[in-house]
T-cell receptor, first 113, second 115 residues
Framework: GENVEQHPSTLSVQEGDSAVIKCTYS??????FPWYKQELGKGPQLIID?????GEKKDQRIAVTLNKTAKHFSLHITETQPEDSAVYFC????????????FGAGTILRVKS | EAQVTQNPRYLITVTGKKLTVTCSQN?????MSWYRQDPGLGLRQIYY???????DKGDVPEGYKVSRKEKRNFPLILESPSPNQTSLYFC??????????????FGPGTRLTVL
């Protein structure tokens, strides 16, 4: 089945710097790759997603890139702010399993002001 | 307000004492799912439901049961809880469909401790 690896497990950046989180997946049939942000004491919330027919997607300060050949995708956050501090999860969805999401282990992002 | 609610939010129980964690969504979503979150392991799917009366196992279903008698509710049942089921549990819902993948909306979580 699908396996998703996420790196790094923790990331500390200075406010205003950029942050990059990388994920690799194993199932070449996966075609949907969302990123979720989990704030302390809350459930994960979708921040951006990308489908396999697109190489890059941006939404203000966040962007996601997908390399299908290498089977990896990345989250980029520019001009980080203290409120970006959270746990970030990547996920991949094997197409044959409908809405199933396989999550990475998560990245704790700390933005120091 | 569109939301997924879970109850209870916190629960401490003892080994073998049956418990139910409720989940309800008010968005008319077809798809619902339960996940457990453990440090270093991310979120792992326990069970999911594509629609009323349709449920299926996820990646870690052992020791859990679910039912989907109504569209809005998807309770998680632990018939005989054990300490290895101590975890943070999340319910999620989404629009469903077998090929079109969409956002999943997560509840606030239930922290379960089994002594």
């Amino acid at each position: 089945g699908e396996n998703v690896e996420q790196h790094p497990s923790t990331l500390s950046v200075q406010e205003g710097d950029s942050a990059v989180i990388k994920c690799t997946y194993s199932d070449s049939a996966s075609n949907y790759f969302p990123w979720y942000k989990q704030e302390l004491g809350k459930g994960p919330q979708l921040i951006i997603d990308i489908r396999s027919n697109v190489g890059e997607k941006k939404d203000q300060r966040i962007a996601v890139t997908l390399n299908k050949t290498a089977k990896h995708f990345s989250l980029h956050i520019t001009e980080t702010q203290p409120e970006d501090s959270a746990v970030y999860f990547c996920a991949a969805s094997p197409v044959q399993y409908g809405n199933k999401l396989v999550f990475g282990a998560g990245t704790i992002l700390r933005v120091k002001s | 307000e569109a939301q997924v609610t879970q109850n209870p939010r916190y629960l401490i129980t003892v080994t073998g004492k049956k418990l139910t964690v409720t989940c309800s969504q008010n968005m008319n979503h077809e798809y619902m799912s339960w996940y457990r979150q453990d440090p270093g392991l991310g979120l792992r799917q326990i069970y999911y439901s594509m629609n009323v009366e349709v449920t299926d196992k996820g990646d870690v279903p052992e020791g859990y049961k679910v039912s989907r008698k109504e569209k809005r509710n998807f309770p998680l049942i632990l018939e005989s809880p054990s300490p290895n089921q101590t975890s943070l549990y999340f319910c999620a819902s989404g629009w469903g469909g077998t090929l079109i993948l969409n956002e999943q909306f997560f509840g606030p979580g239930t922290r379960l401790t089994v002594l």
